[in-house]
């Protein structure tokens, strides 16, 4: 079908085609650097902890500030619109060991450079998991003060980082607290870390900032810490809501698996003026795939866009897959995510709630059903070429490709000697 045609179809029932593609083009996406080094970075420590986990031995995973930056510009050169970086602490560029609370904006200053060069806005995470000061699973709650004012210490150094980028880059920074603590087996004693959290918090944020976007993240459970995880929905939120300047973010890994966040997102909305998220696939639990565009994606995406929430949602991935080609990995959920935006763009919103609003909710069932037939793939092929990366399967050539020029052809890759 034609572009013209297809936009006909959009307009008959009261869509503004050319403003949703307007719309999609400014929405940056945050992508996350973990995905090109299955959450390594550059300390040189190896071994990933604190509950999280990636599976598998692709080739090709970067080891070097320079391949990963290499990666991540094949990877955004075949993803249109506009685009952010996330990082995290361990990727700071440093020629000797620096101790995490002692990273400065010097360390990141080679990023701000890429940043810059390519116009990309940056987000941040400080990083308390894969380091011998997580110690018992215990970073921010610990009731040991050694521990705990050390990770606070890391926050801080996190937090003013993120205020360096965003005066360079003249862009908000996203500065993101996610901490593994908690227990394996049932607790004695519940309310101690939980207090210690919110202390380890008050003392965090108590430096005021430009620029920077404090969240935290909240989790259900990590490997090893099935029965309690301090930093719990609920204490979050009502952290957030006691605290203004402070907002909780949802990972759509982090929840039990018949919670939806889509369904969460309105909530959020009645309290808050931003809506962090780290948009990830769980399959049975936090396994972080790669998004794909299943329902909840677009529900989610449709969220966002009906309550006219767009500019509040920071919109950040996190999946971590090492079994396929990690470049592939970034393209296809990062493409995903943008082809929920617009699917959700391309939805005749206020006829919808008008036919809920009005109790016509047979004509409601109809439409909706009859809605995800319509040409959306038209629309999203003319968008990709006004874009210019390919619409179709086409990129991944350039995918195969540069595995076979580069990535097959890094050192440690399994069978190297
Ligand atoms: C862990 C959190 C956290 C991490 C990244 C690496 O469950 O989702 O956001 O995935 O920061
Ligand atoms: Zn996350």
Not at 177 to 202: E, H, V
Request: include cysteine.
């Amino acid at each position: 079908m034609e572009y013209s045609q297809a936009k006909k179809r959009y307009e008959a029932l009261g869509v503004d085609v050319e403003l949703a593609l307007r719309l999609l083009t400014d929405k940056a996406i945050g992508i996350h650097c973990w995905q090109g080094d299955d959450v390594n970075g550059f300390e040189g420590s190896g071994a990933l902890s604190g509950g999280i986990q990636t599976t598998g031995n692709y080739p090709g995973k970067a080891t070097t500030p320079q391949e990963l930056m290499m990666d991540f510009d094949k990877a955004i050169s075949l993803i249109g619109g506009s685009k952010r970086i996330a990082l995290h602490m361990t990727y700071a560029i440093t020629d000797e060991k620096v101790e995490r609370d002692s990273l400065e904006p010097k360390h990141f200053e080679a990023w701000v450079d890429y940043a810059k060069s390519r116009k990309l806005g940056i987000d941040f995470n400080a990083t308390f998991f894969s380091h011998p000061m997580m110690k018992d699973n215990l970073t921010l709650s610990s009731n040991d003060e050694e521990v705990r004012s050390y990770w606070v210490r890391h926050a801080i150094q996190s937090r003013r980082i993120a205020a360096y980028f965003a005066k360079e880059l003249k862009t908000e920074v996203v500065n993101d607290i996610w901490i593994p603590d908690g227990y394996k087996d049932i607790p004695a004693d519940r309310l101690g870390p939980r207090m210690r959290l919110k202390q380890s918090l008050d003392e965090i944020f108590s430096e005021p900032l430009e620029g920077v976007i404090d969240v935290v993240e909240c989790k259900l459970f990590g490997i090893g810490m099935e029965a309690f995880t301090v930093g719990s929905s609920e204490f979050y939120i009502a952290y957030c809501a006691s605290h203004p300047k402070v907002y909780n973010l949802m990972d759509t890994g982090h929840y039990h698996p018949t919670e939806v966040v889509s369904d969460k997102i309105s909530s959020m909305l009645c309290y808050f003026d931003k809506l962090p998220l780290h948009v990830s696939r769980p399959m049975r639990w936090d396994s972080d795939h790669v998004v794909r565009l299943d329902d909840e994606l677009k529900e989610i995406a449709c969220e966002i866009v009906r309550n006219d929430a767009l500019d509040k949602a920071l919109i950040g991935l996190d999946f971590f897959d090492a079994s396929i080609n990690r470049v592939a990995a970034w393209v296809i959920g990062t493409r995903n995510m943008q082809k929920a935006l617009l699917y959700a763009l391309l939805q005749p919103n206020k006829r919808l709630k008008t036919l809920q609003d009005n109790n016509e909710f047979t004509e409601l069932l109809m439409l909706q059903e009859e809605l995800k037939t319509l040409p959306f793939g038209t629309i999203w092929e003319h968008w990709c070429h006004e874009q210019q990366v390919e619409s179709d399967e086409g990129w991944f050539d350039e995918i195969k490709q540069y595995e076979k020029e580069v990535l097959s052809k890094r050192k440690g890759n399994i069978g190297d000697n």
